[in-house]
Nanobody, 121 residues
Framework: QVQLVESGGGLVQAGGSLRLSCAASGSIFSINVMGWYRQAPGKQRELVAAITDGGITNYADSVKGRITISRDNAKNTVYLQMNSLKPEDTAVYYC???????????????WGQGTLVTVSS
């Protein structure tokens, strides 16, 4: 079993910054990919950024240059540093992990509960 716990969401003015954190716990052998998705009201969930255990990153075009994803493999934690935030960044942000468990060995995709980011104009 793997659980993802997210934190760091809140209210911020346009141009401000937030850092989201997501910590994975459970019977984890490794986490191949960790990432952040977001879903705004009336819209589908979309990828914001993802990072592999080797440090390869992928960003949505809308956030390139403003958002940085990083991870601490020893802590099974991923971070999303968001700068120069815009009102259109307002959404529920969800952590995602693709993990290998132990006892027994499994490959799982796990989602966090979501954390709300609101950017005021």
């Amino acid at each position: 079993q793997v659980q993802l716990v997210e934190s760091g969401g809140g209210l911020v003015q346009a141009g401000g910054s937030l850092r989201l954190s997501c910590a994975a716990s459970g019977s984890i052998f490794s986490i191949n990919v960790m990432g952040w998705y977001r879903q705004a009201p009336g819209k589908q969930r979309e990828l914001v950024a993802a990072i592999t255990d080797g440090g390869i990153t992928n960003y949505a075009d809308s956030v390139k240059g403003r958002i940085t994803i990083s991870r601490d493999n020893a802590k099974n934690t991923v971070y999303l540093q968001m700068n120069s935030l815009k009102p259109e960044d307002t959404a529920v942000y969800y952590c995602n992990a693709k993990a290998i468990t132990i006892l027994p060995s499994r490959y799982l995709e796990v989602w966090g509960q979501g954390t709300l980011v609101t950017v005021s104009s």
